[in-house]
């Protein structure tokens, strides 16, 4: 769930519900939300009414308070007329909430593409696992609708801030806004980068004549992006404040004309100090109630806010050339408010981690930087009211706590599931006081999909750990690490000469952070004792599971570096473990003999195209390149993502290993979208194996597995298209046309209509024909995948010869002499019969081959069983009543035994007994 936080104008109805429209799919609002709110406290009741263009599902999510997104969120689904109450910790289907459906449905309605629903729920809920409260203030939410069955929302989906119970704000009025607006082209030094560092200058003085003799407050603080199209390549900027003039005079022209990527080496930013900062979701900041930020005289006499140093962060992960021309804003208040405010970046606020160079590892990692007791000492009344939390696109989780004599007090705000695309300023319930000797640990744990090791700094493809936060109080300066001269990693408090030496360690130099992340929320738990509603039983969707950490998987039985244990049919099983420096160790356990193994297809399920890795016998194993029918030795398939691939004994199994390392493993994209997920977090494999190579596979599968949760979900086979072709054309001709040319054969002669002719033997005879070129072409259809494979092939080798042969006998006795009829007619008829035994056979031979391979339990699976039984009661119906047009020819015939014995065989006799006239002559048959 992408994009920037939307808020919409409110509306209030006649009813007095507040509304707020929003556009998820449409050039129009297409997706409107009204509510009441009922009640005192906990004991409320939150009503909404639901009007949303949607033929199918529609999605209303409370997310996380650090930043509205798919990932955490606590989702109503309004599928049909039923509602269903999941919860997600993946960008993939939500997962039924087993601990029951908290949301109250009194209305559903659905007209004209669109539904209206009217449903409730509590304010808060029992379980605070799989369910989000509501919260006074903004509260964050998801947005989204989709085809019937669940299906992927693609494009129609919404983050927006909703306050359904309000924060009460003292009106402030606003006597000035102050605009900077920049222009930058990405092109500007003959180069572009995946992200631009785009510098601006500005002198309050141009905008403000007064500025040095006036003391005013700033209290709205706001970021726009004015350029069309451009508005998602800002991703984030940092504003300082400095007293002096942080440039040269020459710099300042230059930077008049246009903002650049590279006067920031030549800023002096030694009077300067951090004034704010903006991101997606925080793009307008308010300062707290009854404060401003302060522009001030300062006690040597200079004026603390008379120069701005503005630096934007421009994503262009394409390297495009564009012009982008972002605003800045400064409502200033009439009145110089009661409380001066200000802003701090706790953790790495300078970014000098990235001086150390790569030190963040692939796979998971805490890193904690701590704003000890020395720093906080000189502070003096300070509160802390609001915080964004600030990461780039390997964030996983973050959190700011508050230590007193060693002992955590609170967690002042966790992002339990970061996002990346949406980190708004957070007000704190309350204000949190941070007494002198207090220490602010600012905790951040990545998730780096890459497989080598990536840094601190500040592109989006880097990492930060900064949480910005809104103060009051005094004493409070800059607290975290800054560079010394060596160069080498030291600290300070900084700010009013007061520099203090503290200790910050890091996870490369040994230490272990504070346990102060928790990602309890979406964890396998057990529900709460409080009586629930039960939802309806809707099986959690193929390949979610728990959160990273809880893996909703088997034990593997192998043990060691493998966590989990995976079935894969008939076959065995797959174990993997976690990621190491050489890759995700996987195992997969094989039959006793013959050949077996995974390949990487280009559609699970599907045999071919394919890359594979299969063990031949106890002792190898080999790259493979599969196509149709067939595996080619290729030993330059999968060299960068299959490592040290082995095959060996394990507690009397035969056991293939190897190290899996995530294909494209650097990703430059400035947006985490499902895709860099799945590239490590998902992998879907077909599995397969046999006696030989040469005779194909006797049981193949498709899996897919989430690595994350350990969740699987089993993909059926893809039966090609010629094998379906093949069942098709040997259904219709030996389950529909060789019963009906027997009938008409056997008891045509018998009808009126036909009397006198014999025009049931020459339809007979056609059909026949056709049947004899059609099932030659159906066997032409599957010739590659004839292999003995159950005795099928061998099978069906037989049919053919039979039916060639009976062709052959039925036009050579159309010319024999008439001494010969006889004979040749009884063996075609012995043939015919034994032809007919031999299909039903292959038929069953087919469905036994068709059920090892894919299961009898796919669609076409169950419709070869049905054609089978068709094919063999139309067998027996075409004899059943062939004998009784026997019995009828020889009860009307003087002869009868003569007749009976002889019917069949092509004798004038018989053409006597059906009409044709003593002495005719017998068609071929």
Known sequence: MKGSVLFAALAVTASGQTCQEFTLASAQPDYKVCWTVAGQGDARTVTLDLEVKSEGWVGFGLSERTGAQMIGSDILIIEGDELHDRYAVAEQTPVEDSCGNDWTKHSIERSGGWMKARVSRAWTVADKVHDRDFNEGVVQVILATGDSGLKYHKTSRRVAAIEFVPRERAAVEVAQVLTERISFDTAMDGATNTTEYVYAFWDLANVLPDIETVERDIVVVEVVDDTAGQTARLHHMTVKTCAKKPISDEWAEKLSQAARPDWVHQVDMTTCSDFMAAAPGAWKMHTPDGTGLRIKKLANGEWNMRYLVMEYHIDNPEQLSFKTHPELKLSLAKAVQPVEASMIAMGDGAVIYAYLGDILPPGESTWQFDCRGECTQTWDSVKVHSILLHMHQDGHSMAVAQFRDGVKVRTVLEAEYFSFDNQPFVTLDEPVEVLPGDTLSVTC??????????????????????????????GVPFCGPTLGQAPELTTTCGGAGKDAQLNVSTQQLGWEPQEVLTREWGAQASCPTTPV?????????????????????????????????????????????????????????????????????????????????????????????????????????????????????????????????????????????????????????????????????????????????????????????????????????????????????????????????????????????????????????????????????????????????????????????????????????????????????????????????????????????????????????????????????????????????????????????????????????
């Open 533 to 925: 509603t039960p939802a309806p039983s809707i099986s959690p969707p193929p390949g979610e599971g728990e959160k990273p950490g809880a893996k909703a998987c088997k034990a593997s039985t192998l043990g060691g570096v493998y966590a989990c244990e995976v079935t894969l049919g008939t076959m065995g099983a797959l174990h993997f473990g976690d990621v190491a420096a050489d890759g995700r160790p996987i195992a997969v356990t094989l039959p006793g003999d013959g050949w077996g193994g995974v390949a990487w297809p280009d559609t699970v399920g599907v045999m071919a195209p394919a890359q594979a890795l299969l063990a031949t016998d106890a002792s190898t194993v080999g790259r493979y390149s599969l196509r149709i029918y067939g595996a080619d030795p290729a030993a330059d398939v999968l060299t960068d993502t299959v490592k040290n691939a082995e095959v060996a004994a394990v507690g009397g199994k035969r056991v293939m290993m190897f190290n899996y390392v995530t294909p494209g493993a650097v990703i430059e994209s400035p947006r985490r979208t499902s895709s860099i997920l799945a590239a490590e977090d998902v992998l879907e494999l077909n599995y397969a194996y046999g006696s030989s190579l040469s005779g194909g596979h006797s049981h193949m599968g498709g899996i897919r597995i989430n690595f994350a949760s350990g969740a699987t979900e089993e993909v059926a086979s893809v039966v090609p298209k010629d094998r379906k072709v093949h069942a098709a054309l040997m259904f219709t001709l030996w389950g529909v046309l060789v019963p009906l040319a027997v009938l008409i054969k056997r008891f045509g002669p018998l009808l009126s209509c036909f009397e006198g002719t014999l025009l049931p033997y020459y339809i007979h005879g056609a059909i026949m024909f056709c049947v004899v070129i059609s099932t030659t072409a159906a066997a032409g259809v599957a010739y590659r995948d004839f292999n003995d494979a159950g005795g099928h092939s061998t099978c069906a080798a037989l049919l053919l010869t039979c039916i060639w042969l009976l062709l052959i006998l039925a036009l050579v006795k159309a010319n024999a002499p008439v001494e010969m009829k006889a004979s040749i007619g009884s063996a075609h008829a012995v043939l015919g019969s034994l032809t007919q035994l031999l299909a039903v056979v292959q038929v069953f031979l087919g469905i036994a081959k068709y059920d090892n391979l894919y299961g009898s339990a796919s669609p076409l699976g169950q419709d070869l069983h049905w054609a089978m039984i068709a094919m063999v009661l139309a067998f027996i119906q075409a004899m059943f009543v062939g004998m009784r047009a026997r019995q009828a020819a020889a009860g009307a015939n003087a002869e009868p035994a003569a007749s009976v014995a002889n019917f069949g065989k092509g004798t004038a006799e018989e053409y006597e007994m059906t009409g044709a006239g003593p002495g005719a002559t017998p068609p071929a048959n």
């Open 445 to 474: 744990k990545y998730d780096n999909k890459r497989s080598v090791n990536s840094r601190f700094g500040k592109a989006s493809s880097e990492e930060m750990c900064i949480a910005f936060a809104m103060v009051t109080g005094t």
